[in-house]
């Protein structure tokens, strides 16, 4: 049986939403440090829920360009935060994720550290999260900001350099066997990876086993996987049978040594 995907594309207009109930995070609170409107992205993944990417860059050339600043960010969160408090309406995580890919953020570290200082002060049982297409862990710059973070989840949907830039259609100049070097160095990793059929699919058997490979590779904390749960961009696409899923998970636990969850 496959599942219904939700019928509307997920663009973020405000720079804080949620808390939103999340089945991998609990109730997440999310930043959204690239703005209003247009997603700005790394990658052009063909099940991506905000559409497809109009330029997809590896690193802003104007650090001043159209971004909101770590100023009215951190704005942004405290009051929302305080209004948290007030309420008395608690949150697991406070998430860096939104239109696009957060670690093109060009201050990426000091945000990071004026929402470390904010939850320190207004809820400090909540951890600090980030999902990221892992496309920028090259950058010595992202790899520190990213020390800043307690729940790393870091996307690898394929094994393989052909079939990663068939599914999520990379900017150029981004390097696989790169990117894979830098997520095995990387402390407190947490992989993701959705699984598709239809106009391209990575769940062939030697998908399977190149991608458990490359997850043996990094030695991730755990590994999630899931698979389209809104429209994708391609229209191409259908989701992956819950079934399907299950023997994926249960042949990474075997291949890979690492837990891997099903959502
Ligand atoms: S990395 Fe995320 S935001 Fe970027 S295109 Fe892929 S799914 Fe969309």
Not at 192 to 209: C, H, L
């Amino acid at each position: 049986m496959t599942r219904d995907i939700r019928r509307h594309r997920l663009v973020k207009e405000d720079l804080i939403y949620g808390p939103l109930l999340s089945r991998r995070l609990g109730r997440s609170l999310g930043v959204n440090l690239l703005g209003a409107g247009e997603k700005v992205c790394s990658f052009n993944c063909r099940y991506c829920q905000c559409g497809w990417t109009a330029q997809p860059i590896l690193q802003v050339a104007d650090p001043l360009a159209n971004f909101p600043s770590g100023e009215q960010i951190a704005t942004a969160l405290e009051m929302r935060l305080q209004q948290l408090c007030r309420d008395q309406i608690p949150i697991d995580v406070i998430t860096f994720s939104g239109n696009g890919e957060p670690t093109l953020y060009p201050e990426l570290q000091a945000i990071i550290k004026a929402a470390s200082a904010l939850r320190d002060r207004y809820v400090p049982r909540a951890k600090l999260a980030i999902l990221s297409n892992s496309s920028t862990v090259h950058r010595r710059e992202v790899r520190d900001a990213l020390q800043g973070i307690d729940l790393k989840l870091m996307k690898l949907d394929a094994g393989s350099d052909a079939l990663t830039r068939r599914i999520n259609l990379p900017a150029k100049g981004w390097d696989f066997a790169t990117m894979l070097q830098e997520l095995a160095q990387l402390d407190g990793v947490l992989l993701q990876t959705i699984f598709v059929w239809g106009r391209v699919a990575n769940t062939a058997p030697v998908a399977i086993r190149e991608w458990s490979d490359r997850v043996a590779e990094i030695r991730p904390l755990g590994v999630q996987i899931y698979t389209l749960d809104r429209v994708p961009a391609d229209p191409g696409l259908t989701p992956v049978s819950r079934v399907v899923l299950d023997a994926i998970a249960g042949y990474a636990r075997r291949r890979a040594h690492v837990p891997v969850e099903v959502y």
